[in-house]
């Protein structure tokens, strides 16, 4: 099993955007999961191995985007709108995701919104 790369995360301020991205193999559903500190890891949005997105937490609905590249074996985020409160730890993995101790966990990419 191979453990998943994140990338994009970084400081922004309140309404500004990013995009995180994910090196994935397109042959499964991917998710996005967050954890904030001190609160539990938690499903922000997924998306079918064709490339259909599902499962948005009610939080992000309407500012944040999942969508892959399967020919770049890539799943990405875009985050809009951010808020303060979207600050967090995002991990990609698989959807639904393995069990905490997976190796397929990576280290995830810092996101702080912040004025």
């Known amino acids: 099993q191979v453990q998943l790369v994140e990338s994009g995360g970084g400081l922004v301020q309140p309404g500004g955007s990013l995009r995180l991205s994910c090196a994935a193999s397109?042959?499964?559903?991917m998710g996005w999961y967050r954890q904030a500190p001190g609160k539990q890891r938690g499903l922000v949005a997924a998306?079918?191995?064709?490339?259909?997105?599902?499962n948005y937490a009610d939080s992000v609905k309407g500012r944040f985007t999942i969508s892959r590249d399967n020919a770049k074996n890539t799943v990405y985020l875009q985050m809009n709108s951010l808020k303060p409160e979207d600050t967090a730890v995002y991990y990609c993995?698989?959807?639904?995701?393995?069990?905490?101790?997976?190796?397929?966990w990576g280290q995830g990419t810092q996101v702080t919104v912040s004025s």
């Open positions: 397109g042959s499964i559903a």
């Open positions: 993995n698989s959807y639904p995701p393995p069990g905490p101790r997976s190796p397929t």
């Open positions: 998306i079918t191995s064709g490339g259909i997105p599902t």
